[in-house]
């Protein structure tokens, strides 16, 4: 009997989308069955278009990186540029999606549809909690083919008999 992965996606940012999806695939690729329960926030990972994932820097004390351009001097910087500044320039939210975006691809590094398609070939199970979808007032039709609209009872048959269940 294979061992049992079960994820709870609950965020709903480029920076965020990563560690479900890695998790998962490399699980799938390791024979575990997985599942992933996304809720609330975690219902942006399985919309159709992750092209409007932002990673938000506010808050965010991990967040220093560094530019993915340049010469080599200007991208060994760390940049910790403080809350307030962050939270004060128009856009700021935009130009770090932007250089997340262009770490990833300076780096070799999936985009979050292909890493998904990848869980999907995997046979990882999508799970969108219903109740959500209905609060937030989305439609089956906003969200990828091949996700189960459930209640958390129904994740939580499979989540109490997993070996692993990880809150993301």
């Known amino acids: ?77 760390n940049w910790n540029i403080p809350n307030i500044i962050q939270a004060n320039i128009p856009g700021f939210e935009s130009l770090a999606t932007a250089l997340m975006k262009q770490t990833i691809a300076n780096n070799g590094v999936a985009t979050i549809s292909e890493l998904r398609e990848l869980c999907q070939e995997a046979e990882v199970k999508f799970l969108a909690c219903q109740m959500t979808v209905e609060l937030f007032g989305f439609e089956h039709s906003d969200f990828i083919d091949g996700l189960d609209y459930v209640g958390a009872a129904s994740f939580f048959e499979f989540a109490g008999e997993s070996d692993i269940c990880l809150y993301i």
Not at 34 to 57: A, E, H, M, N, W
């Open 1 to 77: 009997m294979a061992k049992k992965l079960a994820i709870i996606a609950t965020k709903g940012t480029l920076d965020w989308a990563y560690p479900p999806y890695i998790l998962a695939s490399t699980a799938a690729a390791l024979g575990y069955d997985v599942q992933i329960f996304f809720t609330f926030y975690g219902l942006q990972l399985v919309r159709k278009d992750t092209g409007c994932l932002k990673v938000s820097p506010l808050g965010n004390p991990g967040m220093p990186m560094k530019m993915p351009f340049g010469p080599k001097w200007f991208r060994g910087i």
